[in-house]
């Protein structure tokens, strides 16, 4: 088996991300509608009835989303974009550059941890669509450049990779189609990324974060909410890669050496009161960082992070001083 068949029965079977939801908590008088997006699955519960219009509108939109931010699909806006030649101005959707600029932003912001743009290293490692990858990785600042009027020139022939915003960024747009059908109390997740909003009959929302050292489906510590609060995990426990000699490759690879991340995380877990695409994002930044540069980094963003660490076979809990849960 190859590493990246490996890496996608691994995805698949536990999702790519690791928050666990408490839906046994939260059954009582709820509706539930689920599929499967992304390579992953996707569930909606709520106090309020869902009608099958409304469970159309949002197949239709999470397919939508695919189309723009898809590196598996190849007439995807992305896969076109990563096709397109370099010093060649590219138009872009309005999607595709709010994902492209937060993401320089978030670049900016981690000193380089996090990067868009190791597309051909992430499918070198086992992970990612089997195409070719015969291209060069910036290593330059200026990689591209993009302009308000939503075009896109490369200055590089690299590969664009949005997987760790593109699911967020999806959840964000179904809260927004969920709010304007008048829903105001659901909990929306896609693999682990989600949007809990308004309260469970009064009731807080209930989220479980997943034990990382369990394959079982344990919560190791649960986050309550009955407003608005957006979660992604990231983590190494579960994706990873597996060569011919054993060797053992995570999913989320450092700009700094292009080389698989390694270090004494578990999990780590962002929460956001802004959007899900900022906590997705913001969760593989951290990853990278580290517990100790990225809580430094936490506090000066003021971003709520929870890291979950191995200490010498010790499970321990590393917050920022405003974890939000």
Known sequence: MS????????ALSVGILCILLAYNHN????????????????????????????????????????????????????SLLNQAPTNTKVKISTELYTLLSFAEKLTTASNGAYDITLGSSVINAGFGPEINTDVFEPLSTKRFVMT?????????????????IAKGFAVDQIYN??????????????????ILTGSNHGEPWVVGIQDPTSYSNQS????????????????????FAVDERGNKTSHTLDPQTGQS???????????????????DAWATAMNVMGADRGLELAEQENISVLYIINDNDTIKFLKSNNWQH
């Open 177 to 194: 189609l969920l709010i304007s059908s008048d829903k105001n109390n659901f909990l929306f997740d896609i693999g682990g990324e989600l």
């Open 220 to 239: 190791i510590i649960n986050l309550l909410s009955d407003s608005f609060l957006a979660v992604a995990t990231s983590g190494e426990y579960r994706n």
């Open 27 to 78: 059954k009582s008088s709820t509706y539930q509608v689920s599929g499967n997006i992304y390579g992953t699955y996707w569930k909606l519960v709520s106090t309020e009835y869902i009608p099958d219009s409304l469970r159309q509108s949002i197949v239709d939109e999470l397919n939508r989303i695919d189309f723009i931010a898809s590196t598996y699909k190849t007439s995807s806006e992305l």
């Open 3 to 10: 590493r990246l068949i490996a890496s996608k029965a691994l």
């Open 261 to 279: 991340i390694s270090n004494n995380i578990l999990s780590v877990t962002v929460t956001s009161k802004i959007s899900s695409m900022e906590a």
């Open 148 to 164: 308000e009027d939503m075009y896109v020139e490369k200055f590089n022939q690299f590969l664009f990779d949005l997987s760790s």
